[in-house]
């Protein structure tokens, strides 16, 4: 199968991408950057670049939601690179002569808002906030693309866990210097998936033609931020555990901080549950088991 990924460079495409080419697949990257190309892959940084018919297109491109501060600036950007780079993206598959038959787009939990008390399942409508109403559009851009020859796999992701990136490196930095912490409360959701989860939950959404609409791609058991750090200092032992004041987030990150950080959501992977996924790493303890000591 030949496979088209934007924002391939990145977190999950950086894990994906050996995956895809082991089992025999080929592999575009569409990026920014100048890669060299390696057998079976490709970087172009035209969609238009793109010179063989493509079976199968994953969209993970986007400015990272928690790199910067909002600024009215960078919501442009986080917008521009999902919302619209998702249009553009579907218009150029609608043109191919060979229409590739799936499409998986990254959409993500914050699309349910925050909530201390719901339990989301992917029947839930989308919540308030930049960043629910940011993943719905990103979501709707998506949708144009689904036909009896096209089908469409929305991967609403929760926050990935691995060793080398992603929020848990941020997480874990205090833990090195033997204080264990969480934000705020300490009594807010945090729904987490360990990122062989997700390579391995886009790999049967590409292959099971059965699987299609919103996966709540996260792991069944999610935590409060406070069992997060009891769990983490399991595996590092720490001198003192303290929660960091909201109000301070709040100065140093703006807006960011209440809705990434100090709010957050329960979600449940019905549909992953429906389709027969079994989990690599369905509890926090075995995700970071795997994490911390490799
Ligand atoms: N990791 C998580 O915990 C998590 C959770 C929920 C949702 N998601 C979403 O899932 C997708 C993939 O996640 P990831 O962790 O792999 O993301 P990532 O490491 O931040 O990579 C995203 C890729 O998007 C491209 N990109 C970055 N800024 C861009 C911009 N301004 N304009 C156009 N392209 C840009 C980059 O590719 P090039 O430099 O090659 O162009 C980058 O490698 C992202 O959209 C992310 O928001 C991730």
New binding site residues.
């Given amino acids: 199968m030949h496979v088209l990924i934007?924002?391939?460079?990145?977190?999950?495409?950086?894990a994906l991408i050996p995956q895809l080419l082991s089992r025999g697949d080929s592999v575009t990257?569409?990026?920014?950057?100048t890669r060299s190309n390696q057998k079976n892959l490709c970087y172009v940084n035209e969609l238009d670049h793109v010179d063989q018919p493509v079976d199968a297109v994953i969209n993970?491109?986007?400015?990272?939601?928690a790199?910067k501060r909002w600024s009215a600036s960078y919501k442009a950007?986080m917008v521009?690179?999902?919302v619209n780079?998702t249009e553009r993206l579907v218009q150029w598959m609608g043109r191919q002569a060979q229409i590739p038959k799936v499409l998986i787009s990254?959409?993500?939990?914050?699309f349910y808002g925050c909530s201390l008390e719901q339990r989301f399942t992917e029947d839930f409508p989308g919540g308030a906030g930049f960043a629910a109403t940011l993943c719905q559009a990103w979501e709707s851009a998506a949708h144009v693309v689904e036909s009896e020859s096209t089908r469409l796999v929305l991967?609403r992701?929760?926050?990935?866990f691995d060793r080398d990136?992603?929020?848990l490196q941020e997480m874990i930095r205090s833990f090195r210097l033997g204080v264990g912490s969480w934000v705020g409360r300490g009594d807010q959701w945090l729904s987490w998936i360990h990122r062989a989860d997700v390579v391995g939950i886009i790999l049967m959404a590409l292959d099971n033609k059965a699987v299609s609409g919103v996966l709540n791609a996260v792991a069944p058991n999610p935590v409060t931020h406070r069992e997060f750090c009891d769990t983490l200092a399991r595996q590092k032992p720490v001198v003192i555990k303290l929660g960091v004041p909201g109000a301070v987030l709040r100065l140093l990150l703006g807006e960011m901080a209440d809705e990434l950080l100090l709010q957050g959501q329960y979600v449940d992977p019905q549909a992953l549950s429906a389709v027969g996924y079994n989990f690599k790493f369905p509890s926090l303890e075995s995700a970071l088991t795997d994490v911390v000591s490799r």
């Fill in positions: 934007t924002g391939g460079t990145g977190f999950i495409g950086s990257v569409l990026t920014r950057q993970l491109a986007g400015a990272s939601l790199a950007e521009e690179s999902r780079f990254g959409s993500a939990i914050g991967l992701l929760g926050v990935v990136g992603g929020a």
